[in-house]
């Protein structure tokens, strides 16, 4: 059995000593699924062109490809997700096309499956603003333009922000822990909301 994380995760301070923690909420899920990012939640809203909704979810994060199920209950969610797991299992293989793609990301002519990473960047036919060569690494909401690794204009910015991620401390004092999550939340917003 695996665990399923749960979006209502949050810092909660002990009552009798005052100290604040990032409390995770897991639940047991219903399948045995491979080793992977397991998450789900109720009454998640999902942005649609077709209008909004609510529904609940589950989404698996694995062998490079992410795939979300959807129900009335988490249950439900959770036995779609699977089904849908299934199905790619029993894809005689898998034909990646784009569908207007541009990351290298892919859905499977067959299965349906989405894949990351499955698309060759001359396929996808974008190059480097600064040196032209074929890439997909970064595309920049702000200029429209595509950059290869070497040339990402926030690379310094986005290293700061993922070394932060990864030595995160749950238990750092409280203006430690203020400053720390400060300078997280703006190199966030720089690096993913200005871009
Ligand atoms: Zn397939
Ligand atoms: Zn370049």
């Known amino acids: 059995m695996s665990k399923m994380l749960l979006p209502d995760s ?20 219903k399948y045995d699924w491979p080793e992977g990012l397991l998450q789900g939640g109720e009454n998640g809203v999902v942005v649609s062109p ?6 609940s979810f589950v989404e698996i994060f694995v062998d490079n490809t992410f795939i979300r199920g959807e129900g009335e209950t988490l249950e439900e969610a959770e036995t779609d997700c699977w089904n849908k797991y299934q199905d790619r299992n029993l ?5 990646w096309e784009p ?3 541009k990351n290298g990301g892919g859905y499977c002519k067959n ?34 333009l595509y950059y290869c690794e070497e040339d990402y204009p926030l690379k ?6 993922f070394e932060l991620l990864k030595n995160r401390s749950w238990d750092l004092p409280a203006d430690e822990q203020e400053a720390f999550n400060k300078e997280l939340n703006e190199l966030y917003r720089i690096v993913f909301e200005l871009d």
């Open 111 to 144: 299965c349906n499956i989405f894949g990351m990473n499955v698309i060759s960047i001359e396929e996808v036919g974008e190059h480097c603003a600064v040196c032209g060569k074929a890439t997909f690494y970064h595309f920049s909401h702000k200029t429209n």
């Open 10 to 29: 949050s810092w909660q301070t002990d009552p009798e000593t005052g100290e604040k923690a990032y409390i995770r909420n897991f639940t047991d899920s």
């Open 50 to 55: 077709k209008g909004n909704y609510k529904t």
């Open 99 to 101: 569908r207007g793609l």
């Open 91 to 95: 894809c005689p293989g898998h034909e």
């Open 156 to 161: 310094v910015e986005q290293a700061r922000y």
